[in-house]
């Protein structure tokens, strides 16, 4: 429901109303309908954008016209709408001066959260001293059903609020003044910079044959939008807090919210759980099932329902929710037995001799016995599932229940029936220049890696990160074997172990002179509050040359990239005697090896469908606890065009895109089969004229 001026100036106690009226015209804030209370918005408006005297009452007059009789206030405006933008170049280091961006991103057909998804909005940054002075001007409101502010009404001459202005005190030639400044300093479509600012990062993407740089930009539309959701009740969105010191340098939104800027939060939330791995807990507890998957909250909810607890209208709406409730039951079930899985792949493996003792003669058999004998065990493993269901006082009630029995056993029996299956053989490319080979890095350890993928996301890295390290490792190799063999790493897929995303403030460097005109120490002109990530990962790389990867071990550990994402990158400690590096030149060798991953970990896959905008996000999002809001690519405010101090020879402004992936767990990789894995696990960069997306690899 959208809340009216005119409720809000009906409050009785002075500092709730005081405190709900500055809130209400705030920019963060949900937008406040002003019908029929025009003279009382602009009123609020200019209160608020006047420091002295101290305001007691937001609605007072007097002291609003204050503002408007005072000719200096009227040049400072005037001053600063040359400094409005769409995109904001001085977010986060405010150093960045003397530029404004005006622009929206290029037309595209492809399918991610941009600017375009968001009502535009203009912002302003410049000089911090008098940034109040554009509140009136720019914090937005509701009138006649559409969203306004004071900048657009006087530019397109609202005869109302002309005459609230007069109203107010505002003479006839400052109102020609501020006009005449409008329609001047304020392009209707385009003004970007002619040069790249010192300050203003760059990065660069292989792009037609050569190189394209891009400076990354902050949409302000986007910003906005956010803080609005991050305070609406409604919005099923996670947030989290970035912090930026100086603030008012930095624009008049991030001074609104004194540097305390609202993000989407969405890390990945894993940790390594040796407690499900038979391999690491058989010596503590013996744990030979994983009864938390059979017992917890959400699938004793599934099986109520497949009991027939409140059952839907119609018989379709039945059978297609049984569908997926038996789909989260056989996924259940495979996952109650990832533990015999896990050990079992362990000493196939790694040839381990290690002695298993139990008193139950199926986790021996399962272990140790023929693989394709494995669906013999059906009956003593249902048997088990069942004694599982009744350690547990709240899944008690669902142990050999009349209405489970059937429907249990026979997911038991298809996980049964994809364990004692071999991979099918795939026939593979004896020319091995058209052969596909990988390069798979286990257990790579990332510490210090920007947790910020974009200005708008806190959680995975950047795909365009990933992508980077990955093309770097493929220039540092090429570049050592010198003519020997070529590569070209086409894709990668991701693996994550282990995340932990921490806040850490840390010194910026020295570049600010103590004295100016002598010699003197620089010294650190602030602290930057931001977050990072530790990471454990594996990235499986997809190839095309004309040699043999598997020839060239030695070249591969030696070009190995060193950062990642702004982070150190790390082999595994050498006392894990964990085999660090491998390469293949057959699918089948490279599944057997991956197909046994923990099941801690998740896989991240790209997924088709994809959101639109903000609303879109929070549906995909609740409908799909799978899914995970990613930074996935840029797109362009402009075609590529030379600019001076550009890193390449075509540079262009673009702002951060945002998509959704997909969350694969470890066993769904391993029931889903080679083919499957192959064909949507791998992350590819896609080019065009508006866009540099990584995206699925649909080779």
């Known amino acids: 429901m959208i809340m009216k001026l005119k409720d809000l100036l009906t409050i009785e106690n002075d500092i709730e109303r005081q405190a709900i009226l500055k809130k209400a015209f705030m920019p963060y804030s949900e ?171 760059q990065l660069r993407f292989p792009w037609n044959n ?239 890696a920007n947790a910020m993928s974009c200005p708008y996301l806190c959680g995975t890295l950047s795909l365009t990160s990933i992508w980077g390290f990955v093309h770097h490792y493929q220039r540092q190799l090429n570049k050592l074997l010198d003519g020997e063999a070529e590569f070209d790493f086409q894709s990668f897929a991701i693996f994550y172990r282990e995340e932990n995303v921490k806040s850490t403030t840390k010194l910026t460097e020295p570049s600010v002179l103590e004295a100016k005109r002598t010699i003197s120490n620089a010294k650190r002109p602030t602290i930057l509050a931001t977050k990072y990530s530790d990471l454990i990962m594996d990235i499986v790389i997809k190839v095309k040359g004309t040699g043999r990867i598997t020839d060239y071990g030695k070249q591969l550990k030696t070009t190995l990239p060193s950062q990642l994402a702004g982070g150190t990158v790390f082999q595994p400690q050498l006392h894990s005697g964990i085999k660090w590096l491998s390469s293949y030149s057959s699918q089948s060798d490279l599944f057997y090896r991956i197909k046994s991953l923990p099941a801690s970990g998740t896989w991240l896959f790209p997924e088709v469908n994809q959101p639109t905008s903000f609303a879109e996000l929070d549906i995909f999002l609740s409908k799909d606890e799978s899914l995970i809001p990613i930074s996935n690519g840029f797109h362009l405010l402009e075609p590529p065009i030379e600019r001076k101090n550009a890193l390449t020879s075509v540079h262009a402004y673009a702002e951060n895109t945002i998509s959704v992936a997909k969350c694969v767990n470890a066993i769904d990789v391993r029931f889903s089969g080679r083919d499957h894995f192959f064909k949507q696990a791998f992350w590819k960069q896609e080019n065009n004229e508006t866009t540099i997306l990584i995206q699925k690899d649909k080779n």
């Open 31 to 201: 937008l406040i309908d002003v019908d029929g209370n025009e003279l009382n918005a602009l009123t609020i408006l200019l209160n608020l954008s006047l420091s002295k005297p101290e305001c007691n009452n937001w609605s007072d007059n007097v002291r609003a016209k204050q503002y408007l009789f005072n000719s200096d206030h009227i040049d400072i405006v005037c001053n600063e709408i040359k400094w409005l933008h769409t995109h904001n170049l001085k977010f986060p280091d405010c150093r960045v001066k003397e530029q404004r961006l005006i622009a929206s991103p290029l037309a595209c057909e492809t399918s991610f959260i941009s600017s375009t998804s968001v009502t535009s909005s203009f912002g302003w940054s410049h000089n911090s001293a008098v940034y109040k002075h554009t509140v009136w001007l720019l914090n937005p409101f509701i009138w006649q059903g559409e969203m306004w502010c004071l900048l657009d009404l006087i530019r397109y001459e609202e005869t109302l609020w002309l005459k609230c202005l007069k109203q107010l005190g505002l003479s006839a030639s400052s109102l020609r003044q501020l006009k005449a400044v409008i329609s001047r300093d304020l392009p209707e479509l385009h003004e970007l910079p002619s040069e790249v600012d010192r300050f203003s990062k």
């Open 210 to 448: 050569d190189y394209l740089s891009i400076t990354p930009v902050v949409s302000h539309s986007i910003q906005t939008e956010l803080e609005r959701l991050a305070r609406d009740a409604h919005s099923t969105l996670k947030f989290t807090t970035a912090t930026f010191p100086n603030s008012p340098s930095i624009g008049n939104l991030c001074a609104s919210v004194g540097g305390n800027m609202r993000v989407l939060n969405y890390p990945l939330g894993i940790t390594a759980e040796f407690g499900k791995s038979f391999v690491s807990s058989k010596n503590k507890k013996g744990v030979f099932f994983d009864d938390y998957q059979l017992t917890n909250a959400k699938f004793c909810k599934v099986l109520s329902h497949l009991c027939g607890a409140e059952p839907l209208t119609t018989v379709k709406q039945q059978r297609h929710v049984r569908y997926y409730q038996l789909q989260i039951a056989r996924k259940q079930i495979a996952l109650w037995l990832l533990p015999l899985i896990e050990v079992k792949d362990h000493i196939d493996s790694e040839c381990d001799v290690m002695s298993i003792e139990s008193g139950n003669p199926a986790v021996q058999q399962f272990i140790y016995g023929d693989e394709s004998k494995i669906i013999d065990l059906l009956k003593p493993l249902n048997q088990q599932l069942h004694l599982s269901l009744q350690s547990n006082y709240y899944s008690s009630r669902y142990a050999y229940h009349a209405k489970l029995l059937a429907p249990l056993k026979r997911q038991l029996k298809w996980v049964l029936d994809q364990l004692s299956q071999p991979e099918k053989p795939r026939v593979e490319s004896e020319n091995s220049s058209e052969q596909e080979l990988f390069i798979y890095l286990k257990s790579l350890r990332v510490e210090d």
